[in-house]
T-cell receptor, first 114, second 113 residues
Framework: AQSVTQLGSHVSVSEGALVLLRCNYS??????LFWYVQYPNQGLQLLLK??????LVKGINGFEAEFKKSETSFHLTKPSAHMSDAAEYFC????????????FGTGTSLTVIP | SQTIHQWPATLVQPVGSPLSLECTVE??????LYWYRQAAGRGLQLLFY??????ISSEVPQNLSASRPQDRQFILSSKKLLLSDSGFYLC????????????FGQGTRLTVV
């Protein structure tokens, strides 16, 4: 079965500190991976996506993620947290053999402490 | 450019009443369409998805149904709401290529009282 696991439902960082949000996937075929951000009472916005072109993917708002096949991971990072980064973050996987579905992790709520 | 519209933004309904949430997409043809529900602290649960008019796949058997009467219209319905139907409902669309992302509407906050 295909799935993603986000370790840590809540993460707190100080403003200016490194942000690290973890995502591990389970797939028997090459996955396509996505990170989304959700602000309160809004839809999800794409931060970045991995589509096999490059293992280090840069996204919007200074975020980036690295695909590591050996670790089945796709962790999201940002060197310096900003107050506006406080939000819910979701990792998702889309896999060829399951057709057109996206599978989402349970999300990580990021708090930024001033 | 493509846009997705979802309404209403908020809805308060009594138990046992019907439900109809509508989602439309503009600027693309034959999109894949999805309905998700997001309960507090529980991530996104895929409810229904559709790859074409009249083609609906259900992921979770429940009190809800979905229909796709037109290519870019996706409707989520219920004949009789339950308290457990409360949540944040999100519509999304994508194209068929697996390396492309899903685009989300702004969501509907449903509270069943």
């Amino acid at each position: 079965a295909q799935s993603v696991t986000q370790l840590g439902s809540h993460v707190s960082v100080s403003e200016g500190a490194l942000v690290l949000l973890r995502c591990n996937y389970s797939s028997s075929v090459p996955p396509y991976l996505f990170w989304y951000v959700q602000y309160p009472n809004q839809g999800l916005q794409l931060l970045l996506k991995y589509t096999s072109a490059a293992t280090l993917v840069k996204g919007i708002n200074g975020f980036e993620a690295e695909f590591k096949k050996s670790e089945t991971s796709f962790h999201l990072t940002k060197p310096s947290a900003h107050m506006s980064d406080a939000a819910e973050y979701f990792c998702a996987v889309r896999i060829l053999d399951t057709g057109n579905q996206f599978y989402f992790g349970t999300g990580t709520s990021l708090t930024v402490i001033p | 450019s493509q846009t997705i519209h979802q309404w209403p933004a908020t809805l308060v309904q009594p138990v046992g009443s019907p439900l109809s949430l509508e989602c439309t997409v503009e600027g693309t043809s034959n999109p894949n369409l999805y309905w998700y529900r997001q309960a507090a602290g529980r991530g996104l649960q895929l409810l229904f998805y559709s790859v074409g008019i009249g083609q609906i796949s259900s992921e979770v058997p429940q009190n809800l149904s979905a229909s796709r009467p037109q290519d870019r219209q996706f409707i989520l319905s219920s004949k009789k709401l339950l308290l457990s139907d409360s949540g944040f409902y999100l519509c999304a669309w994508s194209v068929g290529r697996v390396n492309t992302e899903a685009f989300f509407g702004q969501g509907t906050r449903l509270t069943v009282v």
